[in-house]
């Protein structure tokens, strides 16, 4: 099995339904995060939609798109 950066191509003659593509996540200076392994945070910087930083009280990670566990409280 290979990983690709890339999203797999919808093929229009496929039966099945094409997947649902959402907006990438937008988080400002000062919202409440939580993440699945870091816990609660607070953003305190934005690099467009390439990375956010988050200060979780005992640490300070720079998190990357797409964001997969980081969620708004």
Do not use: Y
């Not at 290979?2 to 496929?14: E, G, V, W, Y």
């Not at 939609?49 to 708004?72: H, I, M, S, W, Y």
């Amino acid at each position: 099995m290979t990983k690709s950066a890339a999203p797999r191509r919808h093929l229009p003659t496929s039966p099945f339904s094409a997947p649902t593509v959402s907006p990438p996540r937008k988080f400002a200076v000062g919202e409440r995060v939580t993440h699945d392994q870091f816990g609660l945070g607070r953003v305190i910087g934005v690099e467009e939609d390439l990375a956010v930083l988050v200060d979780f009280g005992t640490r300070q990670e720079r998190l990357t798109a797409p964001f997969a566990r980081l969620n708004k409280l």
